[in-house]
Each structure stands twice: as C-alpha cells, then as structure tokens.
C-alpha cells in the first residue's frame, strides 16, 4: 500500500484518446524535469505514528527496448516498526520509460502487503496498442502509463494555464485492466516541511472507491511549482484511516529547487 498510495499521489493530467487505431509514430516530449540520477525519499505516517518509507529512483544508466532507449526507474515501499509485525509490506515497482515519448515498455511489479503477494511483468506494445502479462494480453490506448511512467510523465506537463476545479483525465494500466485517473486542479499553497516551505501546486485525484479509499475526493496532493514537479506531501484518507506523505530528501534533481523559501 505504501508505494501504491505514493505513485497514485504521484499521477497528473494527460488527455488520452481510446482509438484502437496502431500508432505509427511515437510522440515526442520535451522533458525539463527529471534525469538519471534523480532519488526521491518519503516517510509514510498512519495517523501519529511513523508507518513506512519509500523511495523512487531513476537509476543512472539507460537501457535500450525494441531499439528505444529507455529510463529504468525503480520504486520501493517497506513499513517500519510496529507496522512490520502485524502488516508487513514489501513493495517493488520497476518502469522501463521511453526517454522521448515517456511511455513505458516494461512494468515490472514485486508486492508483498500482509498476507498477500503479487508477482507481474507486463510488456507493452505501443506501436499496436496491447500490454502482455503473464495471464493475459489486453488492448490499451494510445500513450498508455504505468503507475511509474505516469508519474514521470506529468512531470513534464506545463500546469501554468490550469484553472481552479478543472479536470484532467488519464489513462493507466493496472492488474490487466486500462481505468481512469482523473485529476482535478485546486489552486497553489505553500506547505511547511522539515525540509523548509515550499511553493505548491495542489491537486485532488479522482480516485477508485472502495478498493482503498473511502469517496473519491479522499485524497489531496501538493507538488513543487517549479520545473521539477515533485510531490511534497499527500494526505488521503482510506477505509481504515488516514495517511500523510511527506517529502525525506531528495538528490540529483535536474534543476533548483527554485520552490523551496
């Protein structure tokens, strides 16, 4: 639940059509906002009380798939403490991201939440619109992410022009299935951290019901409004209580943190 809850805070907006026509030319992103190298570090609190950690990295060498060089970014979740004795979790998430089009080719998926485990590798087909898994393939849309991808991808997005309560929609691939994150904008706050004041853009995501959270407005979001785009805090509640996400550290961003007061 840990990196889950993080990459979910993690996603923004892209409006993907759902057109079963193959893509023949893969779109090209100009990305300002994050490079090999990047750590970012959260500490993961359930009401007072420190629960759990978690990391995402952008490791420092590229790899190439089907001829496209690609980001391998790895994402980690465990719980700390108390937490470890009666809900152990044991979370890994890997993305092989296009470095041009910010697609992913490769989800790889290790999760061990209390009692349950999971253990999935999808590969995507962009130019004929599929995702393999080890039980099935399924058609996607066009520029269909990941929980990784997805989150990198927004990075790049330009939020300047957004207006107060507009939505934004996305599409994301999870355990065989193609649903909605929607987002909805809420304005800009500065938010208080360890690690100083930072200049915020604020978003609500529209979440799934039921599966974690209570409604579907459960959960705020506050990312720097700089260049960077990373996510500072995240508050939601969940079906059995309430999680902050707060920004640890960071390093190897690709620009300042010209946010931070």
């Known amino acids: 639940m840990a990196m889950r809850l993080i990459l979910t805070c993690m996603l923004a907006t892209l409006s993907i059509g759902m057109d079963a026509v193959a893509q023949t030319t893969l779109r090209s992103v100009t990305n300002n906002a994050f490079k090999p190298g990047e750590t970012l570090d959260y500490r993961i609190h359930y009401g007072l009380i420190d629960a759990g950690e978690a990391r995402l990295q952008v490791k ?4 190439k798939v089907k001829d496209r060089l690609t980001y391998h970014v790895l994402g980690t979740g465990k719980t700390l403490g108390a937490f470890d004795w009666f809900f152990k979790v044991r979370d ?3 993305s092989y991201i296009d470095t041009e089009a910010l697609i992913p080719w490769i989800f ?3 999760i061990e939440e209390g009692g349950y485990k999971k253990s999935q590798d999808v590969y995507f087909d962009h130019y004929n619109l599929t995702a393999k898994s080890n039980s099935t393939t399924i058609p996607v849309p066009q520029n269909v992410q990941d929980l990784v991808s997805a989150f990198y991808y927004a990075r790049t997005i330009d939020f300047s022009n957004a207006s107060i309560g507009q939505v934004f929609p996305m ?4 355990d065989d299935e193609v649903f909605p994150m929607n987002i909805k904008y809420i304005g800009k706050e500065d938010i208080k951290t360890k690690l100083g004041t930072f200049r915020c853009i604020k978003f609500r995501p529209m979440l799934l019901q039921g599966r974690v ?3 579907e407005e459960d959960m705020t979001v506050w990312v720097t409004d700089d260049v960077n785009r990373i996510v500072v805090r995240a508050q939601a509640e969940i079906l059995v209580g309430s999680i902050k996400m707060d920004l640890k ?7 300042p943190l010209s946010s931070k007061r």
């Open 60 to 63: 420092s060498t590229t790899y």
């Open 249 to 255: 550290s960071y390093a190897g961003l690709a620009n």
């Open 171 to 174: 599409k994301a691939y999870l």
């Open 108 to 110: 790889i998926r290790r």
């Open 92 to 94: 890994r998430y890997e």
């Open 213 to 215: 959270f209570k409604e």
